[in-house]
């Protein structure tokens, strides 16, 4: 296994690479880089990303870029809140796929929360303890509660150091309602989810993050002790977090934090508003021994990547996304069997057009799991399902796909049936040329899959496709002699059309 990745985490106050190769069961680290950008600020809500802003980001990013390609390495880049949260989020992401060819992820706050417990999990090495993990980043803070790879709870909250210093020490002077008023809205927004993951528990407890390092390190200042080699698993107490924020109140001017405590100015000005929402955690969730976490969002980015390209092995049951498609199924597909057994169809047609139609393999996961998700529609009315299809899978909360991923899952569910994607249709009308060849490809093998077991009983047992110069033929296999697969084979030749278009053949099919 020689292969480079580059995981690229794009987050409010800085931006992180790290390069790896993947060694048996994990990484080891090339390279990292760091940059402190300060995408987003804003008292409120992060809407809008300066000109400035931008400029800088795009900047930075191309260095790192350099940086991936002097390795050869394939960069994966995710971003969190600052361009999550942006109304012109589609400017910053062009301009930078214009300047370094970086195709930038926009991830959800829940799927930021899972790779950041990804990746605290395999730093801290814990995995038969269930454990609270707390990640504050600059513009929001992640809260998990997991065992071993799999999550339990998670929540993403916009209180993040850099939004809410904006927002309550914006001045130069420390004003005297500033930390109560700040402490106020901290617990007000975390106390919402407490009784849940009270209810839950948890036997460990681990944080991640630029502030809960400099915290970690402060403690270890007040302690006397000098710094180790590795911060990974230094353990501090509640009561400890809560003297950091006691002594940088003390000290309220930015300089004299820079010196008292040996900060980097742009740290030491987003410090206090971050130990405030880590005192915040420890209080609102009874926390009373921390664990510092030396990965975070980018190495669970790096180990989910690796595991995707299949560069490391992964148990089945490791796949937070296959895991979380197949909840949202269970919960609302009233015949799964029906859906598991298209799934299947779908798959052998997926492989047998795979070269010829030059199909990328990931597209097969897509198609997999929208094949598994296109009747959960049924849950709310049959008639339109496929419609309700779509509002459910692009409104939950699926673990281990980006926020595109999810689009063009639901997508190509919401076209399993009725009508083929057209222009005229705002959702399919936003993706970009490349995503919609996807989901038109998808949902015309999707359509066949769905004919073939028109008679929702597996009576056809495979199906193979031969495409030739001016025809694709089908040949459907049924499962014994007595089965009568001409209903399927009817029903499945109604819905061609789309395939008949993508493959730009006749279609026909034939019984084996």
Known sequence: MSELVAALDIGTNSFHLV??????????????????????????DMKELTDEAIERGVRSLTRMAEIASSHEAEVRAVATSAVREAK?????IKQVRKATGIEIEVISGVEEARLIHLGVVNAIGIHDQSMFVCDIGGGSTEVVVGLDDEVLFARSFKLGAVRLTDRFFAS?????????????????????????????????????????????????????????????????????????????????????????????????????????ILEGIVDTFGLKTLMFSDYALREGLLLDTLRREGLIEVDEDHDAARRSVQQLADRCDDRPEHSQHVAE?????????????????????????????????????????????????RNSELMGLTDREVEIVAQVARYHRKSVPKPEHAEFAALTAADQRIVRTLAAILRVA?????????????????LGSTELVITAKSRGKKSDISLNLYAANERKGLLADVSKRRVKFLEA
């Open 172 to 276: 130069t002077t420390l004003h005297p309602s500033a930390i109560p008023s700040c402490r106020s809205f901290i617990r007000s927004t975390l106390s919402v989810v407490a009784p849940e993951v009270h209810e839950l528990g948890f036997e460990a407890v681990a944080t991640s993050s630029g502030t809960a390092e400099t915290i970690a390190k402060m403690i270890l200042l007040a302690r006397g002790i000098p710094e180790p080699k590795s911060m990974n698993r230094f353990e501090f107490t509640a009561d400890e977090v809560r003297a950091v924020v006691t002594s940088l109140q003390r000290v309220p001017t930015i300089d004299e934090r820079v010196k008292r405590f040996g900060l980097e100015p742009n740290r030491a000005d987003i410090i206090l508003a971050g130990a405030l």
């Open 450 to 466: 769905v004919g073939l077991d028109r008679t929702y009983d597996a009576r056809v047992k495979t199906a193979t496709a031969k």
């Open 88 to 92: 012109n989020r589609s400017d910053f």
């Open 345 to 393: 169809l779908a798959g052998q047609l997926f492989d047998e057009l795979e070269e010829p139609l030059n199909l990328r393999p990931e597209w097969r996961r897509y198609l997999e799991f929208a094949s598994l998700l296109a009747n959960v529609g049924v849950v709310v009315s049959h008639a339109k399902h496929h419609l309700h299809s779509y509002y459910l899978i």
């Open 19 to 44: 390069v790896a190769k993947p060694v048996p069961g994990g990484f080891e680290v090339v390279t990292r880089e760091k940059d402190v950008v300060r995408l987003g600020h804003g008292g409120g």
